[in-house]
């Protein structure tokens, strides 16, 4: 609201003052009317047009009282200020947005008294205010502080005009001159109140003065950082405008200065680098800004950082790749025992590309595999072979997208992806590029980086990959990458179907003797500071490790527990002790502690109601009972051992098999309605699921039910189905391997897995007697004594 003095004003000073008067009420929001100021109000309510029409009617007088809470539409008693201002109505105006503004003339300070009415219009009983006018020294020290702090805040404040200070001038009444000040200042309602409830003159000059005084702060603030700032820039444009003669000046005597020679370097960086065109094209670009730009700005450090990573990449140099198979053999058999598969496909990757050249696409190689296998290693073994860099990262634990891609260089500290970091620290092209744990990317609120991987390991994609930091593409289809993963199920399916799946199971026994006399012994000798003569393990010691501390695929472990060895024997040797050289079996309790893990002890003769069966694990396969136990009941079947749904819906097929061959079995035609089955998997600590003891849990309960023994030395594996189907399991290897450890001869499995015995090596196939059986009446022949 803006106030302003009229050119005349009403004199009431000639008509005794009234005890109270009884006006229409105009009720206004965040606004205060002060006396002999002339204000225009925006009136849209429809009671508040209803007041100032009866106003009209009258002799234009209203009162005009300020509302605590400007959300009230309403405005009672308890809304209203208690000091308003009674007023004389000058004109009106219609507004387009339908909206009246009543130009209004404070005349004198009014008490709320009561409201009358509210119907169709409010009107008020108020009681004026009559305002003592002396004059005294103090007040006209006051005025005169005002006047001097006024006109100073006018000189500094662009929102105040000249003629406010020119009509405070003019004013000799202190309250008129308080008001007047007060209404020209950018006050808070409550503010605005205050003074207005101020009916003492001089303690009313003196809280304006004190407004004044604080708004005189705040503006000589203000004035101050304006200053400062014009200043700096000033200097800025005062720096570059030398800068610039310093350049022309140097450019004539044919020298330059430091950021010149470093603009020159990066140039060279640039032109050595071997970019292709489109990368070429924006370095120079970012070179010509570099050159632009003052030494000051921020965005030379930005512009800096940018041209060094495109310098310093791989865009050209590569390695040349050892094409001699013979050789590439020989360096992959003496860095790994086994891992025929994986040796084959490397070795027929560097016949096809012998012959192929750069027409070959890399392939994309993902290694899964428990733990402790070698998958790494086998990494760095393949890039030996190939005569190329080897690289790594991890990617366990990643959950932004950023890490994959990089960040925009409009961020601070931005900085390319973890691929091209990795590509820097190669040097070449053509690296051997390892991402471990594939398995282990999260996901999260700030994107998914295994769909950024997607345009990573896609031969059709990442001839041109977009890294944010870099802008530009670039070609990683010549580097070789390998994966590797625990396990696929967490691997997205868009992501798998680019991977050329190659499975390490896990080494066998045999496998582990091989590679611990091979590798492992020799290399924690070394590590402990022992001649490689000087201790021998023997074979029944290795085998004991194996088996009776170490349980797992890998060799993390069986590694350990030799390097813990060593490390006893190196204390002995050290100590100036006589050490043994060799380590028997029985030494190993000494060293070692008592063993860990046992294996499950074949039963010495045959038993009913318990069958032998196989389970497949990480750490290889296990020999596994299944026991049934019948009592008098009312048909229930329980189970225990800790068992997963796949597993206990097995034991439900298995039963209603049985059932569904009592006559073929010789058992009573209702007998499950007088019996409780029993079924139980020992070890009940070890979680199970699947299917693959279904047979073995159906010769168990046709061994309890004909009271005919289970063959101890025959052990088992397949699913059944309700008709007395087997069908085919997995982990076949590992299980067979398991019943050779235990001297197992006979192995009933389904005929549909003949196939995959050719993956269990020969020496087992020679011991094992396998019977291959397609229906349930096949196996209990075999597994059955008399």
């Known amino acids: 609201m803006t106030a302003r003095m009229m050119p005349r004003r009403r004199r009431r000073s000639e008509n005794p003052v009234p005890i109270e008067v009884e006006l229409p009420l105009l009720p206004v929001r965040d606004a205060v009317l002060y006396p002999r100021l002339v204000a225009p109000l925006l009136v849209s309510r429809e009671r508040s047009l209803e007041a100032v029409e009866e106003a009209l009617r009258g002799d234009r007088t209203i009162a005009i009282f300020a509302q605590r809470r400007a959300e009230a539409q309403d405005a009672d008693l308890d809304d209203l200020f208690p000091v308003g201002t009674e007023a004389l109505i000058g004109r009106l105006l219609k507004m387009p947005d339908g909206t009246t503004s009543v130009l209004v003339q404070g005349q004198r300070r009014l008490y709320l008294k ?92 003196q809280k304006v003065n004190i407004l004044l005084a604080k708004e005189l702060n705040v503006l000589e603030l203000q004035d101050k950082m304006r200053h400062q700032t014009s200043q700096t820039m000033d200097q800025t444009q005062r720096e570059f405008f030398l800068r610039e003669q310093i350049k022309s000046i140097q450019k004539e005597l044919g020298d330059s200065d430091p950021q010149m020679r470093e603009i020159s370097e990066l140039r060279e960086k640039v032109a050595r680098a071997g970019m292709p065109e489109e990368a070429a094209s924006k370095a120079e670009d970012e070179l010509n800004r570099l050159s632009a730009i003052p030494t000051a700005s921020p965005e030379v450090s930005v512009i800096r950082n940018y041209l060094d990573w495109l310098a310093s990449l791989p865009w050209t140099r590569q390695t040349e790749d050892n094409l001699d198979i013979a050789q590439a053999a020989r360096v992959l058999d003496e860095n790994h025992y086994g891992l ?85 620290n190669a040097g070449t092209v053509n690296p051997v590029f390892m991402m471990d744990e594939i398995d282990k990317v999260g996901m999260d609120f700030r994107g998914d980086p295994s769909a950024a991987l997607l345009e990573v390991l896609d031969p059709e994609q990442n001839h041109s990959f977009s890294d944010h930091y870099l802008d530009v593409p670039y070609n990683l289809s010549k580097a070789m990458f390998i994966v590797t993963a625990n396990i696929l199920d967490p691997v997205p399916p868009a992501l798998h179907d680019r991977l050329e799946v190659i499975e390490l199971p896990g ?280």
């Not at 009559?130 to 004059?135: G, I, L, P």
């Not at 004013?171 to 209404?183: C, F, K, M, R, T």
């Not at 393949?382 to 994959?404: C, H, N, P, T, W």
């Open 114 to 205: 009561d409201l009358l009415q509210t119907e169709p219009f409010a009107r008020v009983l108020a009681t004026p205010v009559q305002e003592v006018r002396t004059a005294t020294p103090a007040t006209e020290a006051l005025m005169k502080a005002v006047l001097a702090l006024f006109e100073k805040c006018v000189k500094m404040s662009p929102n105040l005009p000249e003629e406010a200070y020119v009509a405070a001038m003019n004013v000799d009444e202190p309250g008129w001159l308080a008001d007047l000040v007060a209404s020209s200042l950018d006050l808070e309602l409550a503010q605005r109140q205050e003074i207005l409830e101020t009916i003492d003159v001089q303690e009313r000059l």
């Open 340 to 424: 025929s598969k994986v040796k084959e496909r490397i070795l027929e990757y560097i016949a096809v590309r012998k012959l192929a050249g750069q027409k070959l696409r890399s392939p994309i190689l993902c290694f899964v595999g428990p733990p402790g296998v070698g998958k790494t290693s086998l990494g760095q073994s393949i890039a030996q072979a190939l005569g190329r860099k080897f690289v790594r990262i991890s990617l366990g634990g990643i959950r932004d997208e950023a890490e994959i891609r990089g960040h925009r260089r409009t961020y601070v500290g931005a900085l390319p992806g973890r691929i091209i970091q990795t590509m820097r």
């Open 507 to 786: 080494y066998t026994e045999e496998e582990k003797m091989h590679i611990a006399r091979q590798f492992l012994v020799p290399k924690q000798l070394r590590e402990h500071g022992l001649a490689l003569n000087s201790l021998h393990f023997s074979d029944v010691a290795l085998r004991s490790i194996i088996r009776e501390y170490t349980q797992e695929a890998g060799l993390r472990n069986l590694e350990r527990e030799i390097g813990a060895i060593c490390r006893k024997v190196a204390r002995q040797v050290a100590g100036g002790r006589r050490a043994p050289s060799v380590v028997g079996s029985r030494s190993l309790v000494k060293y070692l502690g008592p063993p860990r893990y046992q294996d499950v002890e074949l039963q010495k003769k045959d038993q009913v109601g318990v069958a032998t069966g196989l389970y497949w694990t990480e750490a290889g396969g296990e020999l596994a009972e299944v026991e049934v136990t019948l009592m008098a009941g009312k048909g229930n079947l329980i189970l225990t051992g800790q068992l997963g749904d796949v597993m206990k819906e097995s034991a439900a097929a298995a039963l209603s098999y049985v059932r569904s061959r009592s006559k073929a079995l010789n058992l009573e035609p209702r007998f499950y309605e007088k019996l409780d089955v029993h079924i139980h998997f020992p070890a009940a600590a070890t979680p199970k699921e699947g299917p693959s003891a279904g047979i073995t849990t159906a010769t168990a309960l046709v061994s309890a039910l004909t009271r005919r023994p289970v063959r101890h030395d025959v052990v088992m594996t397949g699913e059944i189905t309700l008709r007395g189907r087997v069908l085919p399991i997995g982990g076949l290897k590992e299980k067979a391997l398991a019943a050779h450890r235990a001297g197992i001869h006979t192995f009933v499995l389904p005929k549909r897995n003949e196939k995959d015995t050719a993956e269990i090596p020969a020496e087992v196939r020679r011991e094992l007697r396998f019977v291959f059986v397609e229906r349930m009446d096949e196996v209990l022949p075999v597994a059955l004594g008399s």
